[in-house]
C-alpha cells in the first residue's frame, strides 16, 4: 500500500464497460509527513474518498480485487481513508 492525498475526481463519458458507476480520483503520492513523493495517478476509489483526504491505494494486480466478482480494469484503487499517521525518526 502507498500513502497519497486525493487532489480531486476525474469523469469520464466514455470509458470500459467495467468502470461504469466507479468513481475515479486524482491522488497525489506522498511521505509519511505529507511531502508530495511522485506523480499524480489516477485511482479506482473503493471506499468513498473525497478532495483533500489521506489515502492508502494499491497498485497492479491487487486494485481490482476489491471489487470482486466484478472485473474492474483498473491498475490503482484506493482501499483506506487514513484518519491519523504518526511518523517517528529512528
Do not use: H, N, Q
Amino acid at each position: 500500500m502507498r500513502l497519497a492525498r486525493v487532489a480531486g475526481s476525474l469523469w469520464c463519458t466514455a470509458k470500459d464497460r467495467g468502470l461504469s458507476d466507479r468513481k475515479l480520483l486524482l491522488v497525489a503520492p506522498c511521505d509519511p509527513g505529507g511531502r508530495p513523493s511522485g506523480p499524480v495517478r489516477v485511482a479506482a476509489d473503493s471506499v468513498g474518498a473525497g478532495a483533500g483526504e489521506l489515502v492508502f491505494y494499491v497498485e497492479g494486480r491487487e486494485a481490482s480485487l476489491p471489487f470482486l466478482p466484478a472485473e474492474v480494469p483498473v491498475d490503482a484503487t484506493v482501499v483506506a481513508i487514513v484518519d491519523a499517521a504518526t511518523c517517528e525518526t529512528l
